[in-house]
């Protein structure tokens, strides 16, 4: 790093603007060979054959592994974020490469290492496979119209009071359903490995969160021992959960470059990237209110086809969206189940947002639906369900415990910082967030397993060129927290961010940790960074040294101080650990409708954010930016479908209409601060707010807009053209 | 396989005919991904981008070399002048500064995507493609060439050198609706005296008739409607943005404001 | 086939059906050009050749033999970087930086055509690159920073 590199807001800024940073396919070992993957052709089959013999003869063909063949070298995979059982789902036995059945088209059937990329998949295309197709299941509809119980893999659910004594009472119920469609992240790097096994040692370069979480994978699945691997993460080219561990290509890569005895790289190709998804759900809801607008009870049964079964952590968030019921809102009668449903399409990946957007979508269409029947203006019925200070901490019926925040606070601040540009529809959102890890919430009890707090570590340690180093469990895919951990660092040695060197993504390097998962980051990792920083603070003062240099390396050494950090929220036996802290935010959007097409255009999107102690403004706010315009997309155009052969039908940024720079306005971002009472810094997190409260604010300014021009209610996602017309009468030409 | 960057016409036309399955390479912005992925798998490659094909040449007619980009529609005072029509399509051309230096409007009439730009907007302007072979030249009235979705009136051993398009410097109007700024169009109109031409309803662009006489928004709404109602089954048009229906229900509407667009340039 | 990189001449036995952005990465190791969709819809691909703007996917090596390419990594230096360079770090106006190639170098082509372009100009000029981190909000700015707006 050099001495400018501190200049800007972002540490090392020329890499980037100057295009000399390293991504994973800029790494290139002398042998190199290239994966390429057989993919199912067919959404669910019995394989009867699959013949590799023709892509042995492609020229520059190394190696072609099928199911039968890896399954003796690979054990099963490992479930990432602990047992399904914790969460009351089902276990399956997974491989790598299935031998008997495949369930999604896309599902990788066998796997190519060649001299070039082109060879690779030259020999991939060779491989012959004869299927013998099995019954399909695409959606959630389709499984509410004949469900079978084999295809459940989970049930939640979340109650309190009594919902159906409520209902069956009410003066007023709203009875309706919502439905969000299956999206994606798509960071413009898709995912990417090299894998270079030495005969002793495989080190793995990857575009990763949670370096870590793939080590323990791969030694399980490798059956070698955790410390023969090595896992490094260069730059990372954006994530938003699709770089966790758990894809089935992770322990391929590996398995060929030990086979071979070569490195080997496997980089994904945009159309491979557009395979998994997440975030789709039906619910069927009951609502009953008060003529006032209060909400007294909410039943909510809800379809949540997650893809295939897999190990890795996406399916988990069907488990969040339960749990999060009901947002940031009182609601004292509750009673929300799910069926999480194994379909014929590619598994879940966690996506930004980890499954609490839906609930805030769904809460606040409900909002909005109760002040449409009473009359009252959205924010009014807001403010008399919010959850207000004096309740907090609240223990939600999941046993999310909310920590902290001021709702109503945000949302005032949200509702005078909106200019209130002329519009078609305005749409309010209020969102919580559940952030720090601990999704698997739940009332102890007899048979039921507790939860512990994740820690995260940091070493800190001086260098002979006198600079003070950085070791941490957390990564950086992007977002830019290696400036907060450096900025920590700095504040408690008392010396510039420009000295200080931030080491993240080297398993041999760095003390373990949870990589980038559930806004983390400086709230957590942070807090360990200032915790060896401060044990070294402390010694270099025992040793009078006043300035750090170079000299005080000689002299000294390195004098390593590691220490770990686990948010303690209060101990309760009748629970498992929660996420330990719950920012909160409110959201203006107004847009113009054009109504003889459908097309929404998003005028202006305005938000409020309380992260706690802000620790990196700028770096916050780009935070939010991104998450919200995430939301935006999957309000308007992002959508992954699939035909009715479960063949995906959005493989490229052609059909996948992720917002580009002409389709956003400006945004407009408040801060609120309330502390968060449980972590050392008071910090929150911040990578994951904004993309249910963008997609809720968006969706009702999309249905005040319609309601204006006697349009029906806005019940799905997204709201594309032909969607948001299909709500308006059709007008006589 | 052997690749021949051509450096006149007459190489580019002698390859072709050498080749038993080639691929003529233009703009690149279709074909060249394409390639790449393996979905067009030829046995020989001619490239055009060196055989002289990028010129806009003033006449009676305008003519564009097939290699002609959106950028050069763009800052070309002849088709400012001459074509503003294309003009205004080039501006809003998808894909950004990149895309319009690289994308071709002959390209685009070759790949004869009903849900393109360019289709539309030729036949409104009544362009003429001319087609080459060893055999010699043929001028082919654009509402021929296209002859299908993604089926150009191209022979093996042909390929377009360009367009002729009459100078139509006056009252014209182009109107795309798209969803997103990534979205490829779903419905366009061009309108042009007399008459406005819609993409994106049917397999080919469809010519409704707009006497002067009933500009009014009323008026072409209606006759869009109707020509709408009388197409068969076989020839409406439906992709993964939208149904059919969909473009029934909005063409009348996106007709309507190209011609008032049209009318107000009046 | 020659090309001259960034002011380097440079000799390159590449598969004239490969495409330029392979050439620029694998056979030169450049890493100021990447690869992000192959379909020329993301735009981290961009580099300059021969004065225009493009998106190196889409182009076949072949095609461009002789030609000058001009990558980011060309544009400044970490000293003196280019008043594009510097607003877009000033402006934090990127996070992974993954697509920094097209935002930079379509920003860079848009103000030598129009140095005072308005915020749709801006916003259209970029609208070639996605970027999943930032929602564009600081890139606008970053653009309208180096016009000096």
Redesign the interface.
């Known amino acids: 790093m050099s001495a400018t590199s501190a200049r800007w807001p972002k540490r090392d800024a020329f890499a980037f603007a100057g295009g000399s940073a390293l991504f994973v396919d800029d790494i290139r070992p002398d042998g190199l060979l290239h994966m390429a993957v057989v993919r199912s052709t067919r959404a669910h089959a019995r394989l009867r054959r699959v013949d590799t013999a023709p892509a042995k003869a492609v020229p520059g063909v190394v190696r072609v592994l099928e199911g039968r063949e890896a399954s003796l070298h690979l054990r099963p995979l490992p479930y990432q974020f602990g047992d399904p059982e914790l969460i009351g789902g089902r276990r399956a036995v997974l491989e790598a490469l299935p031998v008997e059945e495949v369930r999604y088209v896309g599902e990788p059937v066998a796997v190519v290492a060649a001299e070039s990329r082109r060879a690779a998949s030259a020999a991939a295309a060779a491989v012959v496979v004869e299927y013998e197709d099995l019954p399909v299941l695409l959606d959630a509809r389709a499984f509410l119209a004949d469900p079978d119980p084999s295809r459940v893999i989970a049930e939640n659910e979340t109650v309190a009071g009594d919902a159906g004594r409520v209902l069956s009472a009410a003066e007023h119920v709203i009875r309706t359903e919502f439905a969000l469609g299956r999206s994606s992240t798509a960071p413009i790097e898709p995912r990417g490995y090299v894998a270079d096994w030495d005969g002793a040692r495989l080190t793995v370069h990857a575009a990763h969160q949670q370096p870590f979480q793939l080590r323990a994978e791969l030694a399980e699945v490798l059956d070698l021992p955790v410390d023969a691997i090595r896992v490094v993460v260069p730059n990372v080219g954006g994530a938003f959960g699709l770089k966790m561990t758990g894809p089935v290509e992770e322990p391929l890569v590996c398995l060929l470059s030990i086979l071979c005895g070569r490195p080997v790289k496997w980089i994904e190709t945009r159309a491979e990237c557009f395979l998994g998804g997440g975030r789709e759900q039906l619910h069927e809801v009951e609502v009953a209110h008060t003529a006032d607008g209060r909400i007294l009870a909410l039943r909510d049964r809800i379809v949540i086809p997650v893809g295939a079964e897999a190990v890795q952590p996406g399916w988990r968030q069907a488990f969040v969206s339960v749990a999060a019921f009901p947002t940031a809102y009182r609601v004292p009668h509750l009673d929300v189940r799910s069926r999480v449903v194994a379909t014929n399409v590619a598994p879940w990946h966690s996506c930004r947002g980890f499954g609490k957007e839906a609930p805030v979508f769904v809460m606040e269409r409900i909002m909005d639906m109760v002040a449409r029947r009473t009359g009252l203006a959205p924010a009014e019925v807001r403010r008399r369900n919010l959850l207000r200070p004096e309740d907090l901490p609240h223990r939600m019926a999941s046993g999310y415990r909310v920590d902290s925040g001021d709702l109503p606070a945000v949302l005032e601040q949200v509702l005078a910082l909106d200019e209130g540009a002329e519009a078609d529809g305005v749409g309010i959102a209020v969102e919580v967030t559940p952030e720090g890890g601990g999704h698997a919430a739940g009332r102890l009890g007899p048979g039921v397993t507790p939860t512990v707090a994740a820690p995260e570590a940091a070493a800190v340690l001086l260098r002979p060129d006198g600079q003070v180093e950085v070791r941490t469990g957390v990564t950086n895919p992007g977002g830019g927290n290696d400036t907060a951990l450096a900025g920590l660092a700095a504040e408690e040695l008392g010396i510039t961010a420009a000295q200080v060197h931030v080491v993240q993504g080297d398993t041999d390097l760095c003390p373990p940790g949870t990589g980038n998962a559930s806004s983390r980051g400086v709230a957590v990792g942070g807090a360990a960074v200032v915790l060896a920083a401060r044990d070294l603070a402390t010694t270099l003062d025992s040793l009078g040294v006043d300035t750090i240099d170079a000299e005080t390396f000689r002299r000294y050494g390195r004098l390593e101080h590691l220490r770990e950090y686990r948010p303690e929220p209060p101990a309760d036996p009748d629970y498992r650990y929660s996420y330990p802290y719950f920012s909160s935010g409110a959201y203006v959007a107004r847009v113009d409708l054009d109504r003889a097409t459908g097309r929404v255009r998003l005028r202006s999107l305005t938000a409020v954010h309380d992260c706690g102690r802000v620790i990196e403004p700028v770096l916050v706010e780009g935070q939010l930016q991104g998450a919200m315009a995430m939301g935006v997309g999957l309000a308007l155009s992002e959508e992954s479908r699939v035909d009715e052969h479960g063949a995906p039908r959005a493989s490229s940024f052609k059909e996948y209409l992720a917002p580009r720079a002409n389709d956003l306005p400006d945004f407009v971002i408040g801060h609120y601060e309330t502390p968060a009472p449980h972590t050392l810094l008071g910090a929150k997190g911040a990578g994951e707010a904004g993309v249910g409260g963008a997609l809720a604010a968006v969706a009702n300014a999309v249905d005040d807009a319609l309601s204006r021009r006697g349009g029906r209610e806005v019940t799905s996602t997204p709201l594309d053209p032909p969607a948001v017309l299909a709500l308006l009468p059709e007008e006589q030409p | 396989m052997s690749t021949t960057f051509a450096r006149t016409v007459d190489e580019a036309v002698a390859a072709l005919a050498a080749s038993e399955k080639p691929l003529v390479v233009g703009g690149g912005t279709l074909c060249v991904p394409a390639l790449v992925r393996g979905e067009i798998v030829p046995a020989d490659i001619v490239d055009l981008g060196r055989a002289g094909l990028d010129t806009i040449v003033d006449g009676p007619s305008v003519e564009l070399g097939a290699l002609v980009s959106y950028q050069q529609l763009l800052t070309s005072p002849v088709v400012r002048r001459e074509l503003p029509l294309l003009h205004r399509l080039a501006s809003g051309i998808t894909g950004g500064i990149q895309i319009r230096h690289q994308g071709t409007l002959v390209g685009a009439l070759c790949a004869a995507r009903p849900q393109s730009d360019v289709p539309a907007a030729a036949v409104a302007l009544r362009a003429e493609v001319m087609v080459r072979s060893a055999a010699g030249t043929r001028r082919v009235p654009v509402e021929r060439f296209l002859a299908g979705p993604m089926t150009p009136d191209l022979a093996s051993g042909e390929l377009v050198v360009g367009v002729r398009i009459p100078r139509s410097p006056g009252t014209n109007g182009y109107v795309k609706h798209k969803f997103a700024e990534s979205s490829w169009p779903v419905v366009t109109a061009a309108a042009v005296p007399g008459r406005v031409v819609l993409g994106g309803v049917a397999g080919t662009p469809q010519v409704v008739p707009i006497p002067g006489a009933a500009t009014d928004g009323a008026s072409v709404r209606s006759a869009v409607a109707d020509h709408l109602a009388a197409l068969g089954a076989e020839h409406r048009w439906t992709d993964l943005r939208a149904p059919w229906e969909y473009r029934r229900r909005v063409a009348p509407e996106i007709a309507a404001r190209a011609v008032e667009q049209a009318e107000e340039i009046r | 086939m020659r090309l001259q990189v960034d002011g380097v001449t440079v000799q390159v036995d590449a598969d ?2 490969d ?1 330029l952005v392979d050439v620029l ?2 056979d030169l ?16 691909c ?1 580099a300059v050749v021969d004065g ?4 190196t ?4 090596a ?2 461009a ?1 002789g030609a000058r390419v001009d ?3 060309g ?5 003196e ?1 280019h008043p594009v ?1 510097e607003a ?3 402006e ?1 106006a ?9 935002m ?1 170098l ?1 920003a860079v ?2 103000l030598d055509a129009n140095p005072s372009p308005t ?2 100009e ?19 700015r970053a653009v309208r920073r180096a016009a000096g707006l």
Request: positive net charge; hydrophobic residues 35%.
């Open positions: 004239p059906e495409t990465r694998e190791g450049s890493t100021a050009v990447r690869a992000g969709c192959r379909n020329g819809d993301c735009g981290t961009t225009r703007c493009v998106k996917c889409l182009v076949l072949g095609r033999d990558t980011l990594a544009l400044g230096t970490e000293a970087p360079q877009f770090m000033a934090y990127f996070q992974c930086g993954f697509c920094l190639p097209g930079i379509s082509t848009l915020d749709a801006i916003r259209d000029a970029l609208s070639g690159n996605l970027c999943r981190c930032t929602g564009y909000v600081n890139a606008v």
